[in-house]
């Protein structure tokens, strides 16, 4: 048992409550919130802990990050999403042998020291899986289908089979292995339909892509743009295989997270109470140049939660890094305003969108918590704000009680 007294602890709750001089209690799970030297009595062999200048809160959740990626850095060719992705074909090869466990460890490990204590590995190749399974952070580990080629489906859906069930055997608390269906136009109907029934029948969380750039609305609307031109080089009788709605319609009845979905007009095809939308908005601005339309979507009551996606389209896997970027792109919302619902979506939301009992500074919660240190003299009230702007770091983070190792 560990009991922290910080100067301020933030709930994440859905009023946002910010307790000054207050201590929690925790093993696996948070035990109590209360005053210390009650809490001190009640647990009297517990390890006490105070820090005078210090924010506890729940720990960060980057839902969507593409490890296998993390060797890049100036690889890859940035400002129109269909460029990219020729350059990301083109690298990929490079970029995957040298994205070895060392360094997707070590990627792994930025997360963590900025208070990331569980994330979504989208996992194309099963590269990621070791560093993952090994991190000590808590990993949903989304499995990715894709493949239009229908000469190779059967393969393909081979291929990732073999992923899923390498995957399953690392399964325990930490780790639980979940699917990604890549995206609309990179996917095949019968593939997504095979990924997806994996997903209901073993009740899998489930992650796509979706709306990411104009190109890819203009192909799904229409069957026209730059899509059109680019898939015809490997396939001259390319065709839309779904239309928006189409796509959003596979995914009934299943948790899903829809990444990007900058060029979406429309967001009441999402189920509220199972699909969320998952924002990468440094990503958004190097292969999009467009943002979530955030308060679109907080107005059709969309379940909204931040990732960074992968350092093909990224320059930091910081998460404190992405926050500051969202404070900035949304200009239309107030500082505060934006900070509590950036905060909000990295912790709460993140966690019903990953099914996670975490996300919370709440008894019988699983106690996934950071420290941040260098508050003394803070405001509660500007507090959210005040984190993402000065904080670069975490001192300590817990995961399930038990502490992350930030020095390696």
């Known amino acids: 048992m560990i009991i922290v007294k910080p100067k301020f602890t933030m709930l994440c709750d859905e009023n946002f409550t910010v307790l000054e001089d207050t201590a929690v209690a925790f093993d ?57 992705l020729s350059s990301v074909i083109a690298s990929r090869g490079a970029l995957s042998q040298a994205a070895n466990d060392a360094v997707i460890a070590s990627a792994i490990k930025t997360m963590q020291r900025s208070g990331v204590a569980s994330f979504g590995a989208v996992s194309s190749f099963g590269g990621d899986l070791e560093a993952c399974a090994n991190c000590g952070g808590r990993v949903v580990f989304f499995n990715e289908i894709l493949g239009t080629n229908e000469a190779a489906l059967e393969q393909s859906l081979a291929n990732f089979t073999a992923r899923f069930e390498a995957s399953q055997k690392r399964k325990n608390s930490l780790f639980t292995p979940a699917v990604s269906v890549h995206s609309p136009y990179s996917t095949h109907p019968d593939l997504a339909a095979a990924a997806l029934n994996l997903a209901r029948e073993r009740e899998l969380i489930v992650s796509t892509h979706f709306m990411e750039s104009e190109h890819e609305k203009s192909w799904l609307e229409q069957g026209a743009g730059g899509f059109k031109e680019w898939l015809g080089k490997f396939n001259p009788a390319a065709r839309p295989l779904y239309t928006p709605s189409s796509f959003i319609a596979m995914f009934a009845g299943i948790r899903t997270l829809f990444t990007h979905c900058v060029w979406a007009d429309d967001f009441s095809g999402f189920d509220p109470g199972l699909h969320s939308l998952t924002h990468c908005a440094v990503s958004n601005r190097l292969l999009s140049k467009r943002t979530l339309n955030l308060r679109a979507a907080l107005d059709a009551r969309a379940s909204v939660n931040i990732g960074t996606d992968g350092l093909s389209s990224n320059m930091s896997l910081n ?82 009680g038990a502490e992350v190792n930030l020095n390696d």
């Open 28 to 84: 696996e799970r948070i035990q109590a919130v209360g005053e210390a030297e009650e809490l001190c009595k009640r647990y009297p062999n517990a390890r006490f802990f105070e820090y005078p200048d210090a924010v506890l809160a729940p720990a960060f959740i980057n839902p969507h990050v593409h490890l296998e990626f993390s060797a890049n850095k100036t690889s890859l060719v940035y400002g129109d999403f269909l460029e990219w």
């Open 319 to 400: 998460f404190l890094d992405e926050l500051r970027a969202n404070l900035l792109i949304h200009a239309e919302f107030d500082p505060l305003e934006l900070a509590k619902i950036l905060l909000l979506a990295s912790t709460k939301n993140a966690a019903s969108a990953l099914n996670l009992d975490a996300g919370e500074t709440k008894e019988g919660k699983l106690a996934d918590l950071a420290l941040y240190g260098g508050f003394a003299d803070a405001d509660a009230a500007q507090l959210p704000l005040m984190l993402i702007l000065h904080a670069k770091g975490c001192e300590r983070l817990f995961v399930g």
